[in-house]
């Protein structure tokens, strides 16, 4: 007998609470009780999907059943809303290009390192990573640089997209026309990513609150993670930054939306006031009194 | 007991169930007292009953005296079921009743003596085979037959020379015929007497001696079998086939080539069709197809080309049929070539691929004419061939065909270009980048494989960013073995792709890329979830850092499962030093018995003592399984000790097979 679930199906407190809590120990994502009808409303579609009765059941599948890592998986592209464009933030990319990409440059140059490794952190479907390609593009001093920018997302489903690199309308919201014209082209469904913007960014899966796979990506010198941690409770906040604190260069940058701070979150970074922003900054070990 | 009235009208119920029971609740008595009990169960008309009355005797641990008056049941000639079951005891007992059968050998009942006979070969020990040699001259042709027949189910070796003798001698049929199976099984190649061989002329024994040959007879036997070829009976024929073949394998190069030679000289001559008439790839005799496939080959007569089409067209024969066809040479091919226009698509495609496999020159304008085909399997054929050819003018017409074919069709496509891009690059580069473009992933990653022929990181590092998995893991896999150190990088971020088959091929390729800087990821990638890509991962950390690897492979074990254990202990074995064997030694405890056998295999390579320390707990393992590697490991082993170890454990062995092994490996040692 197939069951076939009523619109509405709804969630009891117990059930949000175990589901939630489920969520949250999964990725950090924290749904505080306000949220309760979002997530009854997100999630009504997997409990038909999985022929389940109710929450209950469904908590019970998160919890037990072997197929539950996948089902963490699918539901995080159910969860996570994804929406943004290219040159998002745009006084802040300023800041970026500006001043803290030569000040990087400087000190790298200085040491005889010509390399440059940035982390778009929950990059859904690509602008942001493939904007910062573009902007270092201009940037004539990088020339002969090696390059790296790697941007991750916990929802599978927004790597495809980002990997394909062919974006609509609502993508250019405030691209300029010198951009589109030189770095997209039209194709079926839009406009795409030129190849020499799409190999300077390599996409990967990751969930920020898996330490392992997050040490595996190596030392970065700048990490944007912009309007991702605002769905972080306080101790998953601490968590994820001071993760980044461990993944960035000494000196390294961390870019975060401009809603966010890390007021009571940690002392770990420093902020520096820049002409266009402020950016946090992990202080060199040096003007730490670090050891060697 | 209490009350052996009360037993004795017990057994005579009409319950079957009663009976049964009554038995068993003897079971622990003294023999003294049940044993009339027991016996008279022994002939009980249920099997059940008679069984657990069997089982009751041999439980008790009977004295010779109890043993005597069991087999005193033997000369029961009304009740053939009182005969079995004390037939049935004495087996089960053993050595125990040795000295009591081997005087009933001598008994003056020839019905008695033969159940005397068939008890030690049901035993099995090589204790009983003087007194079955001697046996082979008894006047009864039932005992002498049977004693020919157990010497064969001991199988000792030793027995050979009077048997061959005692076939001379004893002229009744029905011993000859078990004492030429009982040969057979013994199986050891040596000149056969010319007097038995004789009797191949005798049309009744001459498969039997033919299939006898087979499995003793060595290279000396070859003239008679050679003249089988042609015997009357198929059956016949059929045996002198597979014997010539199974002495063709076993012996040594020069008499190899002495027995091709004579079987080349019935090249042209009539045996050739009467030969290939016995090839049926369909019937049930694998051993027949197997031996009149190679030995046509042998032989060497173009016109078994053709007939050697169906074997190679049926899987478990194919590679026999690929050498034979390559044995008989161009002649066999132009047969081939003949025969093509006759023959349907299944042929014609088998044909274009041999022609390609065997590099056969003349056949290139048929494979050129073949791409054209209207059958998608002759094309797919002859695409595989051009490439095996490496006809590289036929580039544009393999490419023309990549629109319209499958996925099984473009693979052999993408095979072919990949051999012919080493003749002509431009055009495959062309084709390559083509597809790159494609909205199709499995285009993206046949574009993948062709760049990785041409060698073409720059590319590969595009496509290993691909929106689709198999695209960036083939790509992944591409730079592993192109080895293009640059791009290590981009190597370590797939470690964290969200497919596990893409991190598996990344901690492979990291490994292939021989730098030591791989190995901190590939250590994180030891904490993956997915236990294929933490076994690729410490595999390349094996590579990579071998001195580092023992002490990785020290923290893994102790939680690892299944898969990484195996790998674990793959590793460990390469190092084969003491500390890693050491290791291996651990895992002999684990509760997998698969584990616990590759461990023993191991150590029974590097450090037998290692199991030898062991062998106690080993070989009263819950799996039999272990209990039969520990024994097999253990008897390569020298020393008494060893030896000890499995005499002891063969009093507690209760699988029939384990037991049987052990039986014979002590044997071996003594």
Known sequence: MTLSLEPGQPMADDEFRNIRDSIYSHCGIYFDDDSKYLLEKRLARRLSALNLNNYREYYHFLKYDRNKDQEMMDIMDVLTTNETYFFRESFQLAAFTDEIIPELMSVKSGRGDRTLRIWSAGCSTGEEPYTIAMLLKDIPGLRGWKIEIIGTDISQRVLQHARRGVYTKASFRVTEDSYIKRFFYECDGGLKVTDDIREMVTISHLNLFDKTRMMMLGKMDLIFCRNVIIYFDLAAKKRVVEDFHRSLNDGGFLLLGHSESLMNVTTLFTLRHFKNDMIYQKPERAALGGGP | MDNPEKVRNALKSPDEELRRSVIDSLRGQDLGDVCEFIFTAMGDDSWRVRKEAVNVFV????????????????????????????????????????????????DTDPGVRKFALDMMGGIGNAEFVPVLLAALHDPDVNVSAAAAEHLGTIGDTGAVPELLAAIVTHEEVFFRFSALSALGKLGIPAPVPEEIKQLVGQEIFSKVIYDCLGSIGDHTAAPILLEGFLAGRKSARCAAVKAFNRILQRCAPPERRELSDSLRRLSGSEVVPAFIALLDVEGKDNALAEAVTNLLGVIGDARAAVPLLAPYLTERLSSLALNALAAIGPAGMDALRGFYPHADEKLCGAMCTLFGELGYQAGDGLIREALHDPSPLVRRAAVKAAGQRGLSDCIPEIIGLLGEADSEFRGAIISSLQILARKDSVPVRAVACRLADSEQPQHRRDSALLFATLSDGGYLSRLVKDEDPSVRQASVAAIGKLQISSLQGILQIALVDETPDVRMVAAEALGELGNAEAVAPLMLALRDDDSRVQCAALKSIARLAPEEVLKVVRTLLPTARGLLTITCLEVLASLGNDAALGLVETVLTNGDEELVKLALNILSRHDGERIVRNAERLLAHPYAGIRYDTAVALAALPGQKTRAALKAALKKEENNLVRDLMKRLVKGFA
Request: hydrophobic share 50%.
């Open chain 2, 59 to 106: 439980a008790a641990g009977p004295s010779g005296d109890f043993i005597t008056a069991l087999l005193e049941l033997l000369r029961d000639e009304d009740n053939a079921g009182l005969r079995n079951s004390a037939a049935e005891a004495v087996i089960m007992l053993g050595m125990q009743a040795s000295r009591q059968l081997k005087a009933l050998a001598g």
